[in-house]
């Protein structure tokens, strides 16, 4: 199992915070092999903030970036090693992105059966396990129910889960058979802490 680490919860801070978070986690991928980032930008974040899109985007050359959109569509995909699309939201910018490097993402009270035709063509899957758009909810593990179904539907997409992961369900999640999670706003804690290098090194030996 993979970790990546979402940079959302630093989203709304000063670029110079941003910009020393992910230097940090760039230096994690090499010492860790990480997934790399995930970038979770929604709603109208784009057209406010364009120069904080630049900015991650700047990172793409250094570090792999999943971008994973909740509404409004980016300004442009260059870069990112592949875009995610809420299911909720934006489904008709699926087409622009090459199969290769599109993914899906359920989010929690979606009914995931409705999208079965889009859920078997897409590269990767991410299952949400908290409601998409604030970080720091309590993990649902009733999220995992979906996993088998829709590993049976699409046995080559990796299978992403997204949403309060940390130590204490890591190893629920291991046993699921999930490819990859993502950490927020625990590796914000480890890192805010001065031991993110630590929080990464327990989730993946734990």
């Known amino acids: 199992m993979q970790i990546a680490i979402s940079i959302e919860p630093y989203l709304g801070v000063e670029k110079t915070k941003l910009t020393q978070y992910i230097d940090n986690i760039v230096q994690l991928s090499r010492d860790f092999k990480l997934r790399g980032d995930q970038v979770v930008l929604h709603f109208d974040y784009f057209k406010s903030n364009p120069e904080v ?5 700047g990172y793409a ?9 909740m509404q409004e569509p980016a300004p442009s995909f260059d870069g990112f090693r592949s875009v995610a699309f809420d299911v909720m939201a934006g ?3 699926l087409s622009e992105i090459p199969l290769s490097r599109r993914g899906l993402v359920l989010d929690l009270d979606c009914d995931w059966r409705e999208y079965v035709d889009l859920v078997q063509s ?3 899957i991410i299952v949400m396990t908290v409601k998409c758009g604030k ?8 999220a995992l ?14 299978i992403i889960i997204d949403g309060g992961v940390n130590e204490n369900n890591i190893d629920l999640l291991k046993n699921a058979g999930v490819d990859v999670v993502v950490v927020g706003n625990y590796a914000k804690k480890c890192y805010e802490n001065g031991d993110l290098a630590i929080g990464i090194n327990r989730l993946l030996h734990k």
């Open 61 to 69: 050359n250094q570090i792999d970036i999943d971008l994973h959109l």
């Open 135 to 142: 970080s720091g909810q309590t993990f649902q593990p009733a």
């Open 122 to 124: 897409v590269s990767y």
């Open 91 to 93: 489904l008709q910018m």
């Open 53 to 57: 899109f630049r900015l991650v985007q």
């Open 145 to 158: 129910t979906v996993i088998p179904q829709i590993r049976a539907l699409n046995p080559r997409a990796t």
